[in-house]
């Protein structure tokens, strides 16, 4: 018995009761991966008593049985949502349904320290500014250097007013912190995210949002404009007492999630800079923080991956994950796959490799089957491996030595700029930016 | 005789509710502080308190009634894990205007309004005391 065979076997016994307890059975795995069974009430109601009472006894002895350790106590097995009033609680609706009799499901309720915001659902309404998160699962692809090249673009290109983009960049990879400093050098603002974090649980998070932006020099020369967010800024000084506390799930006015705190920072931000566009660059791999980026924004997110082994891997656990996400149709074609950092040797047989990893990735998760006869649903998402308008398709960003140390308010590199990332803006701004048809 | 918060939690705060429910206020209000007390010292518990073999707290900050207790459980409560039942807890003690030595009070000193927002504050930390449950952190 182990933590994988515990939640199946619960999930087989649960199942055998569902005809005598006649409701949905929830499994509930607490935070060490211990499993109870949580019903709506120790009372029959309008059931036969003796069945509803003998069929608890049954799955009490057989789940303790079988399970060992990784279950509770007899006496400690079952609790109840009438004991829970105060709580809100999954339905069968809103929870993954691990097996079902047609009727009534067993449904896993998990409680997790970290890691939820990876199940949660994207807002309801696009927001008001068009927005984009860069994620990546490991570091050094190229993340922060993408951010810095898209808004120098994006300053340049002309919107039907005839002006530059307006781009707001947040730099929200507090562990990490970089684009905030690639793009604004020594110039930063007086404070960065990490502080707003810490004044907004006090309420006081409005008194430095004006001191939180600072504008970049490589918007010099154009009609647009490139403001910078950092994580950090010239008077934060105790960051790390700071990054301890910038996770609290509590705002001003009391317990908010996280994604929520983040929702309302970008929003505040937008309100006071009005940009075009915001890039949010994310944490990387699957922290909570990235969760919140790629989901709550509302974003269309470039997920950068680079053909390596543990790249796939990684991004096998998130998608695998989002298989069984109630609402995964909200959001999967907001998902754009982009190969980073792609070889200059054997580039047309790597680009194939990478694309057929992120196809099989997107196709067993994500996309719908659609077997041959059948009616795909209304909304169906079935692309062929090589159709470029797949949100598999990698957006190649080629390998320059150029770039290898680019420090871009030094001395910007027009040349390795345009030959590594030429293809990806020209398609960021067809497909991403509406600005024409997919490619 | 050992001690279970959790359980006397569940028995302040039921005792609490017949007592609102026939207007007896000064001891339903009593009743709420002490359930909000003992929901608190329960998940302080879970998160490793030391204990006596009773199951007393060993400290004297952590051997106290409401309001001192709203603001220990805030001190004491520190990472990841700890947060989950700290942060529905507002900065502003709700239990400033109570204490234990009300008992002694005339039965006029305490009205409806007062007992009322004893009560939403006492349901807040039994809410942190079921999620501590939940989690398997609480027994």
């Not at chain 1, 609790?79 to 929870?95: C, G, I, M, V, Y």
């Not at chain 1, 705190?261 to 923080?289: C, F, K, Y």
């Not at chain 1, 996400?325 to 070889?343: C, D």
Request: some cysteine; charged content about 20%.
């Amino acid at each position: 018995m182990n933590f994988n065979d515990a939640l199946n076997r619960a999930a087989d016994l649960a199942k055998a009761c569902l005809s005598a307890l006649q409701e949905d059975v929830f499994l509930v795995r607490d935070l060490n991966g211990r499993i109870r069974i949580l019903l709506d009430s120790p009372e029959a109601g309008t059931r036969p008593k003796t069945v509803f009472q003998d069929a608890l006894k049954e799955l009490a002895r057989d789940v303790v049985a079988s399970l060992g350790t990784y279950a509770y106590p007899k006496k400690e097995l079952f609790l109840f949502r009438s004991d829970l009033a105060t709580l809100s609680l999954p339905t069968a609706e809103s929870a993954p349904v691990l097996r079902t009799d047609g009727t009534h499901s067993v449904c896993l309720h998990d409680r997790l320290l970290m890691g939820a915001e990876w199940s949660a659902s994207p807002p309801t309404g696009a927001p008001l500014t068009k927005r984009f998160t860069l994620f990546s699962m490991k570091g050094g692809v190229g993340r922060s250097t993408t951010a810095t090249v898209l808004s120098w673009h994006l300053a340049r290109k002309a919107k039907a007013t005839g002006d530059g983009h307006r781009v707001l960049v947040l730099d929200l990879d507090l562990e990490s912190p970089g684009v905030g400093t690639t793009l604004l050098g020594p110039s930063l603002p007086k404070f960065g995210i990490v502080d707003w974090f810490v004044e907004d649980a006090l309420g006081e998070g409005a008194k430095i949002l004006p001191d939180m932006v600072a504008e970049s020099s490589l918007q010099d020369g154009t009609s647009g404009r490139i403001a910078v967010v950092p994580a950090f800024g010239t008077e934060t000084k105790e960051y790390l007492a700071k990054l301890g506390r910038a996770y609290l799930e509590r705002g001003p006015n009391g317990r908010e999630p996280w994604p929520a705190r983040l929702q309302r920072l970008v929003a505040e931000l937008e309100a006071q800079e009005t940009p075009d566009v915001v890039l949010l660059d994310s944490r990387t791999g699957l922290h909570d923080t990235s969760a919140a980026a790629v989901l709550a924004m509302g974003a269309d997110t470039l997920l950068f991956a680079a053909d390596t082994r543990q790249t796939w891997a990684a991004y096998e656990f998130l998608f695998q994950h989002w298989k069984d996400h109630p609402n995964v149709r909200a959001f999967r074609t907001r998902l754009w796959m982009l190969g980073s950092m792609v070889p200059r040797k054997n580039t047309q047989a790597y680009f194939e490799g990478l694309r057929d990893q992120a196809y099989s990735l997107f196709l067993e998760s994500v996309y719908d089957r659609v077997a041959a006869g059948q009616e795909p649903p209304p909304d169906a998402v079935d692309f062929a491996a090589i159709a470029e308008e797949g949100n598999h398709f990698p957006r190649a960003i080629l390998w320059d030595e150029g770039l290898t140390f680019f420090d871009p308010l030094q001395q910007w590199q027009d040349a390795p700029v345009q030959a590594s990332y030429g293809g990806f803006l020209e398609w960021f701004d067809k497909v991403l930016l509406n600005q024409g048809s997919a490619p | 005789m050992s001690l279970d918060y959790r359980d006397a939690s569940n028995r302040h705060f039921m005792d609490g509710e017949i007592l609102l429910n026939s207007n007896r206020y000064p001891n339903a209000d009593q009743l709420y502080g002490l359930a909000a007390e003992c929901s608190l010292k329960a998940v302080m518990v879970g998160l490793g308190l030391q204990v006596t073999n009773q199951g007393a707290p060993r400290d004297r900050a952590h051997k106290v009634h409401m309001p001192e207790l709203w603001m220990a459980f805030q001190s004491f409560a520190e990472g990841r894990l700890a947060s989950r039942y700290v942060e529905s807890l507002s900065h502003l003690n709700p239990f400033g205007d109570w204490t234990v030595d009300q008992r002694y009070w005339l039965s006029n000193a305490i009205n409806a309004e007062r007992t009322k927002n004893h009560r939403n504050a006492a349901t807040v930390c039994r809410e942190s005391l079921a999620l501590a449950v939940l989690d398997g952190v609480c027994r």
